[in-house]
């Protein structure tokens, strides 16, 4: 099984390098900059928790550290997965050449304990979709796979241009780009 584990391994490093580019190039609400915000952005929003719930415009501030979480955790997994080499040093990452025997060992045992966070931090996105759901009445699933929102007639809600398909066919290439090196 580890050919599809190294395959789906490539497939989680290309939608993290794409989704880094698309943090940076992408359309207003997935960019970084428009939404990660500090402690005291986190703790106002925190204040508001309660029904009706108000929708933001994109990722709110708790959504935000999830974002950033996820990408954190899955990038340590993949990372620290390009490096590793198991027991006998037969299946090694594509990168293990790299580092020596004892190094890659070193990060395999990262890799198997990130895989443990990545866990954790998926639990708690299911429980925090959840409690959206049930305590607040607001489905998120929706707008997280479609990225539309149905927003009331009272909202005054700004206008956003998707991002031109130059844009996504750019993050593509990139995403190709280094997902190829890296294998080869």
């Not at 204040?47 to 954190?72: D, E, I, Q």
């Not at 954790?120 to 539309?148: D, K, Q």
């Amino acid at each position: 099984m580890m050919g599809l584990h190294r395959q789906t391994g490539m497939a989680v490093l290309a939608l993290i390098v794409f989704r880094i580019y698309w943090g940076l190039a992408g359309p207003p609400t997935a960019r970084f900059a428009r939404f990660v915000k500090g402690p005291g952005a986190i703790l106002r929003y925190l204040k508001t928790l309660r029904r009706p719930y108000r929708p933001s415009f994109g990722h709110n501030p708790v959504g935000a550290l999830s974002v950033v979480a996820m990408l954190a955790a899955l990038s340590v997994q993949v990372g620290s997965g390009l490096f590793a080499v198991d027991v006998d040093g037969i299946e090694s990452g594509p990168l293990s050449h790299l580092v020596s025997f004892d190094t890659g060992r070193q990060i395999a045992e990262i890799h198997d304990a990130s895989f443990n966070m990545l866990i954790a931090l998926i639990v708690l996105h299911v429980v925090a979709v959840l409690f959206y759901w049930v305590a607040l009445r607001a489905n998120l699933i929706g707008p997280m796979v479609s990225g539309r929102r149905t927003i009331g007639d009272d909202d005054d809600i700004p206008v956003v241009q998707p991002a031109p398909w130059l844009r996504v066919g750019v993050g593509v290439v990139i995403t190709g780009a280094v997902v190829y090196f890296i294998q080869n």
